[in-house]
């Protein structure tokens, strides 16, 4: 079992930054992809952001690419999201996920933490 407990959300201005994070608990996160969504109001879960345990690799949604960074640090079992020049529609709760080595879905999700962007 995985425990995963986000922090850092808040209300900012359109334009500024917030860095949200996610802090593992059960087991290491070196060998799990890691990933963020978000759910705005009405609207359905979407993709955010991951970062793959084998090589590193980041993958980013074509909305938040350029503005969003996905890192990891297994020292610390924590993922993190930097998100820039945010927007009002990056208003939503964001959720941390993780996924089992071989698995396309996402097996574990923590409680989420709520983004708001004023205009």
């Known amino acids: 079992q995985v425990q995963l407990v986000e922090s850092g959300g808040g209300l900012v201005q359109a334009g500024g930054s917030l860095r949200l994070t996610c802090a593992a608990s059960g087991r290491t996160i070196s060998t799990l992809t890691m990933g963020w969504f978000r759910q705005a109001p009405g609207k359905e879960r979407e993709f955010v952001a991951a970062v793959r345990w084998t090589d590193s690799s980041t993958y980013y949604a074509v909305s938040v690419k350029g503005r969003f960074t996905i890192s990891r640090d297994n020292t610390k079992n924590t993922v993190y999201l930097q998100m820039n020049s945010l927007k009002p529609e990056d208003t939503a709760v964001y959720y941390c996920?993780?996924?089992?080595?071989?698995?396309?879905?996402?097996?574990?999700w923590g409680q989420g933490t709520q983004v708001t962007v004023s205009s």
């Open positions: 996920a993780a996924s089992l080595p071989g698995r396309r879905e996402y097996d574990y």
